[in-house]
């Protein structure tokens, strides 16, 4: 599976940003989806994970009520749409996707848990 990610930028504080990430598997709907970020020398984190129908989804505190994670299927598309944006907000994103089936949600809050990456997409948010 090849994961394609767009949508990056720069933006100013409080702006918008849309990304989205092209998946290239006719069983989308098989993979857990996750949106992962990593800032200068910092460790790579989750921003968000989405289930495979698109069902339940997860936020990390810091982007909860800002961004929001959708998945259409039929079109193997991932999208993650970033408002209130922060300068802390500012790192190279990354989609993955996971083909385990987990009945734990926090198993897909792991990278390690991840089986595809794409190649990531730089946002800075300027002040």
């Known amino acids: 599976v090849q994961l394609q990610a767009f949508g990056g930028g720069l933006v100013q504080a409080g702006g918008s940003l849309r990304l989205s990430c092209a998946a290239s598997?006719?069983?989308?709907?098989?993979?857990?989806m996750g949106w992962f970020r990593q800032a200068p020398g910092k460790e790579r984190e989750i921003v968000a994970a989405i289930s495979w129908g698109g069902g339940n989804t997860y936020y990390a505190e810091s982007v909860k009520g800002r961004f929001t994670i959708s998945r259409d299927n039929a079109r193997s598309l991932v999208s993650l749409q970033m408002n209130s944006l922060k300068p802390e907000d500012t790192a190279v994103h990354y989609c993955a996707a996971s083909a385990t089936r987990s009945s734990t949600r926090t198993y897909y809050f792991d990278g390690s848990n991840y089986d595809y990456w794409g190649q990531g997409t730089l946002v800075t948010v300027s002040s």
């Open positions: 598997t006719r069983t989308f709907s098989s993979y857990y």
